[in-house]
């Protein structure tokens, strides 16, 4: 694999505001993806960063830092259908016109009552 | 609608027999993608295709072999050569370029009996 990781698993309290972290090989790097997938479904699109800096997107927002090899994706206000799998994606090119988008393992979120 | 398109979404095969996964695109997309999700885990990239007539393997190819013979089709085959082939397989499209998100297919779970 390119040694991307995250959290396995974590819980949160419903109305509140989680941070779910991803660091990543920047060899190759050329922008990084968030995506939610629930449980027996497609992966849906959330955030793409390919900047240093925060991009904020409604209740969501993602961080890069491309010299630390990390990005963070943050959930505000956080609801009981935010329970779910969220997968930091690093796009990688290896040279010449080709992109690779690969996957961590992904942070299995469970929001609480 | 345009959209990318997996069939069948559940697929039961007898071990030892080859099985072929559609997953078709009319976003006139470059880059399709070939990806395998075990319970619990992440997304490990099978093939990856950037044109036409052209693929690369990715981290998981071995046991699997696919075609570009169209900009719109992707097919996977799972061969009797992959000692574990049940999972649930993810098709996605994109433009190719470094900051446009990979659009899934529904999936399909293949089961090996």
């Known amino acids: 694999g390119q040694n991307i990781d995250q959290p396995t698993e974590m819980t949160a309290t419903e109305g509140a505001i989680v941070q779910i972290n991803c660091t990543y090989q920047t060899s190759g790097f050329n922008g990084l993806f968030w995506y939610q997938q629930h449980a027996g479904e497609a992966p849906t699109f959330l955030s793409y960063n390919v900047l240093d800096g925060l991009e904020e997107k409604g209740r969501f927002s993602s961080f890069l830092s491309r010299s630390k090899g990390y990005s963070y994706l943050l959930l505000k206000e956080l609801q009981m259908k935010d329970s779910a799998s969220y997968l930091c994606?690093?796009?990688?090119?290896?040279?010449?016109?080709?992109?690779?988008?690969?996957f961590g393992t992904g942070t299995l979120l469970a929001v609480q009552p | 609608d345009g959209g990318i398109t997996q069939s069948p979404k559940y697929l039961f095969r007898k071990e030892g027999q080859n099985v072929t996964l559609s997953c078709e695109q009319n976003l006139n997309h470059d880059a399709m993608y070939w990806y395998r999700q075990d319970p619990g885990q992440g997304l490990r990239l099978i093939y990856y295709?950037?044109?036409?007539?052209?693929?690369q393997k990715g981290d998981i190819a071995e046991g699997y072999s696919v075609s570009r013979e169209k900009k719109e089709s992707f097919p996977l085959t799972v061969t009797s050569a992959q000692k574990n082939p049940t999972a649930f397989y993810l098709c996605?499209?994109?433009?190719?370029?470094?900051?446009?998100?990979?659009?899934f297919g529904q999936g399909t779970r293949l089961t090996v009996v």
């Open positions: 994606a690093p796009l990688m090119n290896y040279g010449g016109a080709t992109n690779k988008l690969i």
């Open positions: 996605a499209s994109s433009t190719g370029g470094a900051n446009t998100e990979a659009f």
């Open positions: 295709s950037q044109i036409v007539n052209d693929f």
